[in-house]
């Protein structure tokens, strides 16, 4: 009986400091701890599904571009160390593809704080945008209306056409992130000097 609780205590401890190998769809390996893989619920069911003998997890919606910054997000989260100061850092040099393509990666791998984080991300950059530029954003290149439908419904629904932003080009976009990041370390300067 003795021996057979040391030798699963002993069994558990070899599962827990394995390195879990994910393997991105662009066939790219990378070597996480147990406490990353657990952040992924998409990783951690395969894991729990194996009783914790497999470890290496395909992941067929996730290329080798994502994947680390996927693995930064869940290590300082892990961590305790996410606030806004770090997600201000994290998505500022990240264009909105790359922002739209790490939302899709954080919804396959089922990991809720990163997937609401990337969310809102996609919601300030189209903030106040033009059904154009939104458009545009999301590659929705066919709306199927017939001629003078979408017309009328900007007519019948032109208050949700004001105070819309003018549209911008790529290099304006990334003076739009160059402003919100601003607007991060402005606000988190005055929160450090109410707390002083």
Known sequence: M??????????KLTISETMISLITSDNVVFKVK???AKEM????SFVDESDGKITTV???NVTSSELPLIIEYCEKNVAGEINK???AEFVKNLDNEEVKDL???ANYLDMKKLLDFTSQVIADRIANKSVEYVRKYF???DTEFLPGEEEKLREELAWTFTGVDEDEDEDEDEDADEKIEDKVEN???VEEDQIE
């Open 2 to 11: 003795v021996e057979q609780q040391v030798s699963s205590e002993m069994n």
């Open 34 to 36: 147990p406490s990353i």
């Open 41 to 44: 619920a998409t990783v951690q």
């Open 58 to 60: 395909p992941l067929h």
């Open 85 to 87: 100061a770090f997600e």
């Open 103 to 105: 939302f899709l990666a």
């Open 139 to 141: 590659g929705v290149e």
């Open 187 to 189: 606000k988190k300067d």
